[in-house]
């Protein structure tokens, strides 16, 4: 099963009011679904990937019942807010000796929102309101300390400046009568972030002025697609990219490092981009396979010439495949 998503909302009229809307804070962390059948625990990400190893601390979902599908996010709080680096460095853990050290040093815990199925029984055909009630009863005696409900609110434009206030994410709306639509972006959920950052893949990257082999920028895209929204492919099968520019910002000292080891692991390519850039932009590059996903922050998409404004590098999602992004457009 793949979740739900939401549709971003009008920033300039806020949530909607009235009592047929639930809002709730947009967690800084992994999408999960958590899936429990015949003992076991299956975390998955938007992606289909299993990353139950990378979180000892949840196989007490176990306890809570013996057939359950939840939906919720995997958040690690650092000073009391979520941190995303600190959540995306556990999922890279494929090791459960290194995953129970980090379950000390960066414990995480799994905020759920919603309930999909209940001792065999499929629950995505009912209103959230149902389900919601539900998820609590269920999770009200739940002994299970990494697992936790994420709160609803009533109000969302007190919810919207809380969360500004405090630094958090934003805001997600949901109808109360609205079911869960499998893998669909549903306007039933509103989304209201408070940053500007947007998921794009990296196709390629530049060195540093001056130097040869250290990273300056990365040229990155989404998705391209037909006029009947079918995306382009490669003669390998892999996404053509829709140029969106270089991002040079936020990869000094360690993250760059990083994210230029992330990058060594790449297959060269021949350029993935489906529209050509101007000589000077790509001499010098390197051309990636479309594989890593990265969050960029900016002043967004200048109109016309179709590129990042002021982009700064992130993090590297390692939840998300390029094809996610289609679905995030």
Do not use: N
Not at 20 to 41: C, N, P, Q, T, Y
């Amino acid at each position: 099963m793949r979740p739900m998503l939401a549709t971003p909302g009008d920033s300039r009229t806020g949530p909607p009011a009235g009592p047929g809307w639930a809002h709730e804070i947009k967690w800084d962390g992994i999408r999960l679904l958590a899936d429990v059948r015949e003992g076991r625990v299956r975390l998955l990400t938007r992606g289909q990937r299993d990353i139950a190893v990378a979180f000892p601390e949840l196989a007490g979902l176990t306890r809570i019942a013996g057939d359950l599908l939840l939906d919720g996010e995997a958040v690690a709080m650092i000073g009391g807010r979520p941190s995303f680096s600190h959540v995306v460095d556990r999922v890279h853990t494929t090791s459960a000796r290194a995953a129970e050290q980090l379950r000390t040093t960066r414990p995480a815990t799994y905020l759920a929102f919603d309930l999909l199925r209940l001792e065999g029984t499929d629950l995505t055909s009912l209103p959230w309101s149902v389900r919601r009630s539900a998820l609590e009863d269920l999770l009200e005696d739940a002994d299970v300390p990494a697992v936790q409900l994420s709160p609803v609110y009533d109000d969302g434009a007190r919810l919207v400046a809380a969360t500004a206030e405090q630094g958090l994410e934003g805001v997600i709306s949901k109808r109360r009568s609205a079911t869960y639509q499998e893998g669909t972006r549903s306007a039933d959920w509103l989304k209201f972030p408070h940053r500007d950052t947007m998921s794009v893949v990296i196709g390629g990257w530049k060195p540093q002025t001056g130097t040869v082999g250290r990273l300056g920028a990365v040229h990155v895209g989404l998705p391209a697609t037909d006029e009947e929204g079918m995306p382009l492919l490669d003669p390998e099968g892999r996404p053509r990219l829709s140029y969106l520019g270089r991002v040079g910002s936020g990869l000094a000292g360690k993250a760059g490092a990083a994210l230029a080891a992330r990058l060594e692991e790449v297959p060269r390519t021949a350029y993935p981009f489906a529209e050509k850039i101007p000589h000077a932009e790509a001499h010098g590059s390197t051309w990636l396979a479309p594989e890593v996903v990265i969050d960029v922050a900016s002043l967004g998409i200048t109109p016309g010439v179709g590129r990042l404004r002021q982009p700064s590098y992130q993090c590297v999602r390692v939840d998300l495949t390029p094809m996610d992004l289609l679905e995030l457009s």
